[in-house]
């Protein structure tokens, strides 16, 4: 077993020429289900530098849409690139409608809302959110 920050990797030989790693967390699985308020997910887009791991290139800078567990520590969950900014706005746009809610059995709302109609959950909510509601002081991470 190799301890590595949070994580504990567990190593498997399955023969001389197979090795099988499995991640196991040494975070608390409680945290996973102390959510910070409703919502799931929260979503930040950032500017970000992507460079490859095989060549010399210069990085790029993109723009990043992040999936983020709410539950303290706020840990990743995905990250997606776009070129330019309205793109990862776009698809924020699209996902930010979709986030499941604790109230809801951990489903998103059903039928989805606008971007209005979540602009103004929020707002009603006073739940943070960095590009629909970034004037809320209440909840924000």
């Excluded at 999936?67 to 840990?75: K, L, M, Q």
């Amino acid at each position: 077993m190799i301890v590595f920050g949070n994580y504990r990797y567990i190593i498997f030989i399955v023969s001389t020429l197979s090795l099988f790693i499995c991640e196991v967390s040494l975070r608390p699985k409680i945290f996973d289900y102390l959510f910070n308020d409703d919502r799931m997910f929260v979503f930040e887009i950032s500017q970000v530098k992507v460079s490859s791991l095989t060549s010399n290139e210069t990085p790029k800078k993109k723009w990043a849409v992040s999936t983020i567990r709410n539950v303290p520590g706020y840990p990743n969950h995905r990250i997606d690139n776009f070129d330019t900014y309205e793109e990862a706005k776009e698809f924020y746009h699209k996902i930010v409608v979709q986030t499941p809610r604790v109230s809801l059995k951990e489903k998103s709302p059903s039928p989805l809302p606008t971007v209005e109609q979540y602009t103004v959950w929020l707002k009603e909510n006073k739940l943070y959110d960095p590009v629909l509601n970034p004037k809320t002081n209440v909840n924000k991470r």
